[in-house]
């Protein structure tokens, strides 16, 4: 049962135009939410995230945007550039009330910005 | 201050094989997370240590086990391999508080 999705496996998008990545969640229980950067061969990398009592959070040129009675989140990336072409992991976490603090990945959108 | 690093980066092992994985944490991280990511899928829980003691687990079988060392360094230890336990294998650090997750590159595992 998949808790965090990702509808969309790819996006291409011009350089300078705006990548908007979409994310679903279904387990109400999940409070913070992180999108994380993936290059092939590395790791991946945060690069913004959200509390549940908010519904928006900038940074630069990345902003997420949380609609809570929806269960979805965004995140857009003004201008895109070429450098952004990467897989984008949507997270989430949830309090279970223990501390176990896991990440519950959805399976990645790949961005392609093109020159 | 150093990222979180793994070893090794490659690994080939025949099924029914045994294998270590090792991760060390970065400097000041005192919980240590283990997650496998399959071909096309996002990072799968594995594990989660703090203070040398499993402090969560996802949906694997006992057969995937761990270790947390008093510097903090995690091994995961996978026994009886099978084909699908292919997969990168991703260690992540962090502080007690749950938002600082740093990733390290991986292991990549082939089993055959």
Known sequence: DQQVKQNSPSLSVQEGRISILNCDYTNSMFDYFLWYKKYPAEGPTFLIS?????????????????????????????????????VYFCAAIGNSGGSNYKLTFGKGTLLTVNP | ETGVTQSPTHL??????????????????????????ALGQGPQFIFQYYREEENGRGNFPPRFSGLQFPNYSSELNVNALELDDSALYLCASSPRDRYGYTFGSGTRLTVV
Request: aromatic residues 6%; proline residues 3%; contains cysteine.
């Open chain 1, 50 to 86: 959200i509390s549940s009592i908010k519904d928006k959070n900038e940074d630069g040129r990345f902003t997420v945007f949380l609609n809570k009675s929806a269960k979805h989140l965004s995140l857009h990336i003004v201008p895109s550039q070429p450098g952004d072409s990467a």
């Open chain 2, 12 to 37: 080939i092992k025949t099924r029914g094989q045994q294998v270590t994985l090792r991760c060390s944490s970065q400097s000041g991280h005192n919980t240590v997370s283990w997650y496998q990511q």
